[in-house]
């Protein structure tokens, strides 16, 4: 599928499928620009941290040939792979555990470096950091690590915007709730 027919596939749901989804993954412009991303730096593999229903999945796994997805939740991944199912995606990988364990266990298993990686899992800044390092770490240049509700911060938390400042992450210029740090002349794209 093309982001077009991400798009239209995703439009057709039924009203309330659509809210329920929409209403707990990022908008359809943020994945549009990261799907753009994508394809603008002919990204082969990459990583999302936080499956949750498989929304974003749509848009990163028709951009690219494989994309390994991991969810803290079973029954969440349960439900992203039955909707990717359902679209005909048959190229995403999904992992199941902590990001601050399992992450790790994931690059190790997989003993290679990406060009792109997707962060939307735990929104405070410890979990933030931690999957920061580890993904900085199995990056490769050019390459990106894109950050979705930069904005977020909970209660008693230093947030995301402690987390994108210390990271040195630069908020999205169109897409503001994302943030994003590059490795080499990675492209970021706008939304068109």
Known sequence: MNLAEVISYVK???????????????????????HNSCLLNNVDTGIEVGTHLGFAGLFLASAMKTLHTLDI????????????KE????????????????????????SRKFQFAYVDADHVYSAVMAEYKILSAHIAEPGVIF????TMR???????????????????????????????????????
């Open 12 to 34: 057709a749901w039924d009203d309330k499928k659509l809210e329920h989804v929409r209403s707990r993954s990022s908008t359809i412009e943020n994945l549009s620009v990261l």
């Open 73 to 84: 939740k079973r029954s969440l991944s349960e439900k992203a792979e039955q909707l990717h």
């Open 87 to 110: 679209a005909g995606f048959t190229n995403i990988k999904y992992w199941v555990g902590n990001s601050r364990s399992r992450l790790q266990e994931m690059m190790y298993q997989l």
């Open 147 to 150: 950050f979705d509700d930069a």
């Open 154 to 192: 909970k209660p008693g938390d230093k947030g995301l915007p402690q987390a994108m400042k210390d990271i040195g992450a630069i908020t999205h210029p169109v897409a503001a709730r994302l943030a994003y740090k590059t490795f080499g002349d990675f492209k970021v794209a706008n939304l068109g």
